[in-house]
């Protein structure tokens, strides 16, 4: 629940600034879930457990090193041309909200809940299209 409580309100301004782009089944019931499936199983029950397993004596640098590597995974070729502080905004939520869930997986030994909660954001996000 506090990770949950943590990244919430970093989704809120996306949604806010976002037009409803109204309701697609195959992304809404099929894409998204299975995109955040698989990059829950990429980054917490892989990429994290690598970095714990390098880092063993410091709890919190294997956390801030897959947030920041779960952060540049969202600087796509969508970024291309775009101005920085839309670059950076793009990645400081899923580098931020990776804080929050890597803590969560660290701390109750499960990737469970942060995938539910993954493919319930990108449910969300599904609905919206932001720019031209």
């Known amino acids: 629940m506090l990770a949950f409580a943590i990244s919430l309100p970093l989704l809120l301004p996306g949604f806010l600034t976002g037009t409803f782009a109204g309701w697609n089944p195959v992304i ?7 995109k955040a499936i698989t990059q829950e199983l990429f980054f917490r029950c892989t990429v994290l457990p690598v970095f714990l397993r390098l880092f063993r004596r410091r709890l919190w640098l294997p956390i801030f090193l897959a ?3 779960h952060g540049l995974w969202h600087v796509g070729p969508l970024s291309l041309g775009q101005p920085w502080f839309a670059v950076l905004s793009v990645m400081a939520v899923p580098f931020l909200g990776g ?3 890597n803590w969560q997986v660290q701390h109750d030994r499960t990737a469970l ?3 539910i909660y993954h493919i319930l954001i990108d ?3 599904s609905l919206f299209t932001w720019g031209s």
């Not at 809404?28 to 299975?34: A, H, M, N, S």
């Open 67 to 69: 947030a920041l590597v």
């Open 99 to 101: 804080l929050a869930w």
């Open 113 to 115: 809940w942060v995938t």
């Open 123 to 125: 449910q969300g996000v």
């Open 28 to 34: 809404l019931l099929v894409y998204g879930p299975l």
